[in-house]
Nanobody, 116 residues
Framework: QVQLVESGGGLVQPGGSLRLSCAASGSILSFIYMGWYRQAPGKQRELVATITSGGSTNYADSVKGRFTVSRDNAKNMVYLQMNNLKPEDTAVYYC??????????WGRGTQVTVSS
């Protein structure tokens, strides 16, 4: 069974930066894509950024130019560098990995709070 463990969340002031990490229990080479989603209180979970096995990336319009997703296949890690954070970025951030449409895995999430 695949396990994904997120880390790196916390409290940061507006304009600050955080780097989220997602550690996979095994090789990430088998995943067709990995990515980050977030869920704010009272809202649906939404896509933040994804990265394919070939390195192609996709971002939500709200984070383009501020967030960067990357992966380290040797370490079985996926990262989300978040810069110029805004209060509306406050949410629980989840790591997701997919081997197919039916084989999808989620982490338990890490809280990101942007507040002065």
């Amino acid at each position: 069974q695949v396990q994904l463990v997120e880390s790196g969340g916390g409290l940061v002031q507006p304009g600050g930066s955080l780097r989220l990490s997602c550690a996979a229990s095994g090789s990430i080479l088998s995943f067709i894509y990995m990515g980050w989603y977030r869920q704010a209180p009272g809202k649906q979970r939404e896509l933040v950024a994804t990265i394919t096995s070939g390195g192609s990336t996709n971002y939500a319009d709200s984070v383009k130019g501020r967030f960067t997703v990357s992966r380290d296949n040797a370490k079985n890690m996926v990262y989300l560098q978040m810069n110029n954070l805004k209060p509306e970025d406050t949410a629980v951030y989840y790591c997701k990995a997919a081997r197919s449409a039916l084989a999808v895995y989620w982490g338990r999430g890490t809280q990101v709070t942007v507040s002065s």
